[in-house]
């Protein structure tokens, strides 16, 4: 992304009359410029953009009409652009799809059931068996979530390929192992990875070389909970320890920030890791079953706001339902079989979907 000056000089003049004004209008097309990788063309119908150029405003994102960009300079120079996607995106249209599991499925097997957010058209397949856990990521990386499994009992995954449906396995862990998913290497693929509780121990298999990291982080009865916490592009070894001395524990390995710890919540809460507050970085939020309460604190100081969604027996299913960048606090209830889900952009939505005895796929990494 560092280019020459020259390079930049050049474009600074070509666009020299932009002001970070907000523009707006009919139909535009935009031709990507001097960037590396660029140079594809994207159209659509009515948008506004916000700036381009300029170190203030250059890689916020802009959403508009049909469409989602993020691009600009960074004045840091970064190597190569975050992408940030959001997750149980089935479709890949950038939001979360409503989405159940459940074991039991009419012919013995599990089936997978979701809601196409793109179309809102249902989807299903059977995959797996009702002792396996949800894994569901984009392992392949092409921006569309792979539905997938770990077997507990074996230690394999299994993963269902979003390009073509076909699937692949192999083993990785162990019984006892704690899958938990993520791109820790930041390659944009996710990377299949476990906590044993019993050793403390992390294995990660990395996307990008084939090679298995080890992580001594944690001890028995903590919970992974690795997210990006500080905003780097890759996935931070992290556990969330219910019972710490005065409460619940968050103990961060940060890629780039380095360690973090924080007492936060109590040993009956959820941990509903997310990025609500939109900056780009996770957070370590916190669902109390017993108010329906959610708490969030916020990156950039460690204050935090609390807000009620939900009641006494909903499941906790946070993501990106409306695809502002900006996480939804959302519950599945099963006594209804209805997802309600508080949108940070478009207001609540109310859906039902599913069965009681379901398990909200976007419930997968809440502990
Ligand atoms: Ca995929
Ligand atoms: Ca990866
Ligand atoms: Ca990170
Ligand atoms: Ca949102």
Redesign the pocket.
């Known amino acids: 992304m560092r280019k020459s000056s020259l390079i930049i000089s050049i474009l600074m003049l070509a666009a020299g009359f932009i002001s970070s004004a907000a523009q707006s209008g009919g139909t535009f097309t935009i031709t990507k410029s001097v960037i590396a990788g660029g140079g594809g063309q994207t159209s659509g119908g009515t948008f506004t953009m916000d700036g381009t150029i300029g170190q203030s405003l250059a890689g916020t994102t802009s959403t508009g009409g049909t469409f989602n960009l993020q691009s600009g300079f960074w004045a840091g120079g970064l190597s190569t652009a975050i992408t940030r996607r959001s997750p149980f995106d089935f479709d890949g249209d950038g939001k979360t799809d409503v989405s159940i599991f459940g074991a039991n499925g009419a012919s013995g097997g599990a089936e997978w059931w979701w809601i196409r957010s793109s179309d809102s058209v249902a989807a299903a397949l059977q995959f797996g068996s009702s002792t396996d856990k949800i894994v569901a990521a984009d392992f392949t990386g092409d921006g569309k979530t792979d539905v997938a499994f770990f077997r507990p009992s074996t230690g394999q995954w299994f993963i269902l390929r979003s390009e073509d449906s076909s699937f692949f396995a192999f083993p990785f862990g162990a019984s006892g192992d704690i899958p938990m998913p993520a791109d820790y290497d930041g390659d944009g693929k996710a990377d299949a990875a476990v906590f044993r509780p019993s050793a403390g121990t992390w294995f990660i298999l990395r996307s990008s070389d084939g090679q298995v990291t080890f992580v001594q982080f944690g001890a028995s009865g903590d919970l992974p909970v690795a997210s990006d916490y500080d905003g780097d592009g890759k996935a931070d070894v992290a556990i969330f320890r219910p019972n710490g001395a005065n409460g619940a524990e968050w103990w961060m390995q940060r890629s780039t920030q380095g360690l973090l710890a924080l007492q936060f919540g109590s040993s009956t809460d959820k941990a509903v890791p997310g990025d609500f507050t939109g900056d780009g970085r996770w957070a370590v939020a916190l669902l109390r079953p017993s108010t329906g309460s959610w708490f969030v604190p916020r990156s950039q100081d460690f204050s935090f706001f609390a807000f009620p969604w939900g009641q006494v027996g909903d499941i906790a299913a946070p993501g990106?339902?409306?695809?502002?960048?900006?996480?939804?606090a959302a519950v599945f209830r099963p006594s209804a079989a209805t997802w309600y889900i508080s949108?940070?952009?478009q207001g609540p939505q109310f859906t039902g979907f599913g069965l009681a005895t379901d398990q909200p796929v976007p419930n997968a990494y809440v502990r």
């Open positions: 990106d339902y409306d695809g502002d960048g900006t996480f939804d949108r940070s952009s």
